[in-house]
């Protein structure tokens, strides 16, 4: 059997993947395959309040609520969404009642966050404009 610890499975197991909405929790090396970061990553989300898994002497478990909240984050860090963002939207889930409360807030966030890219795009495309007409004119710069 593979082992559940803190540890990487190193077996060669031919359990099936865990899937969304299994009875099972995820133990920590499910996790970290299922969404490909460290184990340290999982505890830093743990420790940022992300994530809670149950403990059963070492080891994690985590529950279907923290594997969407691992969808979640993996999305919303690959948009460059910072943690505290990511919160947020995690918090919306939970606090809000009703589902279209839930879509709205969630829509804030990320509406927010496409503006805040779209911001730093501008800036990058200026600073591009600018190093062109740079690298065009040194030649007339005088030493």
């Known amino acids: ?3 559940q610890t803190e540890g990487r499975d190193t077996s060669n197991n031919d359990e099936e993947a865990p899937v969304p ?6 133990t920590i090396s499910e996790m970290a395959d299922e969404f490909n970061v460290s184990y340290r990553t999982l505890r830093f989300y743990q420790q940022k309040g992300l994530l809670a898994p149950d403990r059963r002497g070492n080891a994690r478990l985590y529950s279907r609520r923290d594997f969407v909240h691992m969808q979640i984050i993996s999305r919303a860090r690959r948009i460059g969404m ?18 279209e409360i839930q879509k709205e807030m969630v829509g804030l966030s990320l509406t927010r966050h496409l503006k805040q890219l779209q911001d730093q795009s501008n800036l990058l495309n200026e600073q591009i404009k600018e190093t062109n007409r ?3 004119d040194r030649d007339s710069i005088s030493s």
């Open 1 to 3: 059997m593979a082992d």
């Open 134 to 136: 740079f690298l065009a």
């Open 82 to 99: 910072p943690l505290a963002e990511v919160g947020e939207i995690l918090n919306a889930y939970h606090q809000a009642r009703g589902k």
């Open 21 to 26: 909405g299994q009875a099972r929790p995820w």
